[in-house]
């Protein structure tokens, strides 16, 4: 039976939780329209956009670990109602993204060909990845800069702001996918640099949306990006950043390798991965959001001092987050058959995909859980290190090696590879739990 608290708790998750799942919902379905449209035109154009788009995956890794190190800081200090401390977290947040953005994006300017060797020895992958990677470029740095001020709006509790531009910008991008691609309205169909072009304009209006919104509402300001003002702060960033930023580098590049590991064993096999991966995005948003929205919650609560409290969210939040996951497989598993009836593949890819989608149903479960408690609860506390011990350590000690193993020595069948890179959700489920029951996250670590 709910109490009336409990009705309270889930109707300030919701709150939060429905406008950032819906951002990334609607994100997701960018590389949804990418991989429907391009495989209207070839198998080829599909499987390489799909191992080009692990390059702004990556790049992901890195402002995810600067957000999401803003949001713990700036969580609690907005719940403690010190705006100042706020603006500086901003700054130093904006600073360190705009870097890692301005990295990549003169890295797949410059030499997008080797880039896309990484992931493929495939002379026609590499070339349409290439063409993918030299286009998009410019979009990197502006991603960085937009996304440090969808934390912000988040935090600041102007989540349906930041939603509403994602969403506006993602419709943006499918439509001049359309466009670009196909050569619609008087344009000359680009094929896959066409997608690549959509991007890039689709960031280009987040940007300048962003610029007006958060001046609009007054948002805590961005101070010198040049000149470190709170030592002190910059520490304190430091200190919970790094480990996420090592978190998000180790989980990302392990799944990464899958990509590479899928992409060196054909092109039916990184096809069908793509749409799988695709699916399994698309359904994981509601996932991910409760990830952020139990994060910020939490953190807000912690800000506050109300521990009991904020330690009683998270037994909620951990129960809802099972639920959430299997609802989720379900969704997945009913799918199938849609999925299978719009998407064209070769008849090889068709069988793989069918069963790559049974697998993610039961993947989301565990994904469900884990990013709850592993990206929300602890790093809410302060408490990233686990994460980013447990993440690491499952995945090059355990998944990676075991995939390369059956993939490149073993050579066994791409279905049996796919089926041991489902495992790591569910390995490390016993360690997580048992640390998030020693409670060391319930911490309030304002100052």
């Known amino acids: 039976m709910q109490t009336q608290n409990d009705k309270s708790i889930y109707k300030q998750l919701l709150h939060i939780v429905a406008p950032i799942s819906f951002q990334y919902l609607m994100a997701s379905f960018v590389s949804a329209s990418d991989a429907f449209m391009l495989g209207f035109l070839d198998q080829d154009s599909l499987a390489a956009s799909s191992l080009a788009t692990q390059i ?35 700054t130093i947040a904006m600073r360190y993204a705009l870097l890692a953005g301005i990295l990549f994006s003169v890295l797949t300017a410059c030499i997008p060909g080797q880039i896309m060797r990484i992931f493929t020895a495939d002379p026609v992958l590499i070339e349409k990845g ?20 969808y934390g912000l709006l988040k935090v600041c509790d102007h989540a349906g702001l930041s939603s509403m531009i994602g969403s506006l910008a993602v419709v943006l991008n499918i439509v001049l996918n359309a466009v670009f691609i196909f050569g619609f309205v ?77 992409g060196h064993m054909g092109s039916d096999a990184t096809a069908a991965n793509s749409i799988a991966s695709i699916v399994r995005t698309i359904i994981a948003s509601l996932c991910w959001g409760i990830a952020a929205g139990v994060s910020i919650i939490i953190g807000q609560t912690l800000g506050q001092n109300k521990l009991e409290e904020a330690k009683k969210m998270g037994g909620k939040f951990v129960r809802l987050s099972i639920w959430i996951g299997a609802a989720s497989g379900l969704v997945i598993l009913l799918l199938i058959p849609l999925v299978l009836r719009v998407i064209t593949l070769t008849p090889q ?80 489920i016993p360690a997580v739990y048992i640390h998030y029951m020693k409670y060391k996250w319930v911490k309030n670590i304002t100052r």
């Open 349 to 428: 890819a068709m069988y793989y995909l069918k069963f790559m989608l049974c697998m993610a149903a039961y993947y989301i479960i565990g994904n469900s859980l884990n990013s709850t408690i592993i990206s929300g609860i602890f790093p809410a506390g302060g408490d990233t290190k686990f994460g980013m011990i447990c993440d690491v350590v499952t995945l090059w000690c355990f998944v990676v090696p075991l995939g390369m193993l059956a993939a490149f020595v073993w050579h066994a069948p791409v279905l049996i590879v796919a089926f041991i890179l489902t495992l790591d959700e569910f390995v490390k």
């Open 56 to 90: 702004p995956f990556v790049y992901s890794l890195f402002y995810g670990a600067f957000v999401f190190g803003f949001n713990v800081l700036a969580a609690q200090y907005w719940g403690k109602g010190d705006k100042k401390s706020v603006e500086e977290i901003l």
């Open 130 to 149: 290439a063409v993918y990677l030299r286009t998009v470029s410019l979009s990197f740095v502006l991603t960085g800069f937009t996304q440090i001020y």
């Open 186 to 262: 008087g344009m000359p169909a680009m094929g896959i640099a066409g997608a690549a072009l959509a991007t890039v304009c689709a960031r280009i209006f987040e940007t300048i949306a962003v610029i007006i919104v958060v001046t609009k509402y007054k948002c805590p300001k961005l101070g010198n990006m040049l000149v470190i003002k709170d030592r002190q702060m910059h520490k304190d960033y430091w200190k919970y950043t790094t480990p996420l930023l090592v978190n998000q580098i180790g989980w990302g590049g392990g799944v990464t390798m899958y990509s590479v590991i899928m």
